[in-house]
């Protein structure tokens, strides 16, 4: 594919904009669980696991999820990212996706004829 760079890079700009300086949080974590606190304006981060699960005696020390582990970050400080975990390869997709969101290709195909006239 064949694509203009001064038609996309401020697209690509725009969307790492919306997330620079951000807590990036994963929605459909297998580790996680993102609550939003209201109240406090806050989202809370729970480990669907307690420390001693992750060193492998949860069963001799303490019950199975009777404490977790807990994280609260100010609402607008995060990002709340429509991926499995923060990798490298998810965060591509995930870009892809926002800039497919915001492109089409007859824009892309209109915009990139122009300079060929």
């Known amino acids: 594919m064949l694509m203009d760079f001064t038609y996309i890079t401020p697209i690509v700009k725009e969307i790492c904009n919306e997330l620079h300086q ?3 949080l994963p929605r459909y974590s ?3 669980i993102i609550e939003n606190n209201e109240k406090e304006n806050a989202l809370e981060v729970f480990s669907k696991y307690t ?3 992750w060193l492998k005696i949860s069963e001799i020390i303490l019950k ?6 807990m994280y609260r970050f100010p609402k607008n400080d995060c990002e709340v990212l ?6 490298a390869e998810e965060l591509a997709k995930h870009l892809l996706g926002k800039i497919e969101d915001k492109i089409t290709m007859e824009k892309l195909k209109i915009h990139s004829w122009k300079y060929f006239f």
Not at 64 to 69: N, P
């Open 51 to 53: 420390i001693f699960d």
């Open 30 to 32: 297998e580790q996680l």
């Open 82 to 87: 429509d991926v499995n975990n923060i990798s």
């Open 64 to 69: 199975r999820d009777e404490k977790k582990l």
């Open 22 to 24: 951000k807590t990036l």
